[in-house]
T-cell receptor
Framework: DQQVKQNSPSLSVQEGRISILNCDYT??????FLWYKKYPAEGPTFLIS?????DKNEDGRFTVFLNKSAKHLSLHIVPSQPGDSAVYFC???????????????FGKGTHLIIQP | NAGVTQTPKFRVLKTGQSMTLLCAQD?????MYWYRQDPGMGLRLIHY???????AKGEVPDGYNVSRLKKQNFLLGLESAAPSQTSVYFC???????????FGDGTRLSIL
């Protein structure tokens, strides 16, 4: 049973517009959420995170929103740039309350394509 | 990805062969993790370690063993490789479990 779901395998957005990537989770014990970006032949790179005590976290062009009641989070990228083309993974853990030492649970990823 | 080095980067094995993947980190992090990524899938946790001398099973531990004899190294072993273990293996580390994990660039392993 997938505990973290990214239902869009791919997303195409025009350069300069907003990219919105979505993620749903089922495990109510998750309290720490992260987004990673991955280029081919490289490891995932940490982008932004949010703990369950917040509903929004912003870092430059990247904003993550968390809706705990809906068990949904989203990543907004504004404005989208060609270098943003990559696979984006949503990940979750019980890192705050449960220690999180048993690692991250990942979604399957969304391939974001920024078109010129 | 500075700080986490995986060796080797590529390897082809025959079914039944054994090998060890090495993860080395220079950030003095306590926690280390091994994940595998298969096509169209997210990363899945194989084993992890919460400190030198400790190891624990993750989501998909069968067919793998690990050791953490030194704080900076985390080894993943395949005793008898099977085609189902063809995958890309990623190592990750963090200092505290509720912090982002830092990943290496992966080892691409093919088992024929």
């Amino acid at each position: 049973d997938q505990q973290v779901k990214q239902n869009s395998p791919s997303l195409s957005v025009q350069e300069g517009r907003i990219s919105i990537l979505n993620c749903d989770y089922t495990n109510s014990m998750f309290d720490y959420f992260l987004w990673y970006k991955k280029y081919p032949a490289e490891g995932p790179t940490f982008l932004i995170s949010i703990s369950s005590i917040k509903d929004k976290n912003e870092d430059g062009r990247f904003t993550v929103f968390l809706n705990k009641s809906a068990k949904h989070l989203s990543l907004h990228i504004v404005p989208s740039q060609p270098g943003d083309s990559a696979v984006y993974f949503c990940a979750a853990s019980d890192g705050v309350s449960g220690g999180g030492a048993d690692g991250l649970t990942f979604g399957k990823g969304t391939h974001l394509i920024i078109q010129p | 990805n500075a700080g986490v080095t995986q060796t080797p980067k590529f390897r082809v094995l025959k079914t039944g062969q054994s090998m060890t993947l090495l993860c080395a980190q220079d950030m003095n992090h306590e926690y280390m993790y091994w994940y595998r990524q298969d096509p169209g899938m997210g990363l899945r946790l194989i084993h992890y370690s919460v400190g030198e001398g400790t190891t624990a099973k993750g989501e998909v531990p069968d067919g793998y063993n690990v050791s953490r004899l030194k704080k900076q190294n985390f080894l993943l072993g395949l005793e008898s490789a099977a085609p189902s273990q063809t995958s890309v293996y990623f190592c990750a580390t963090n200092q505290y479990s509720n912090q982002p994990q830092h990943f290496g660039d992966g080892t691409r392993l093919s088992i024929l």
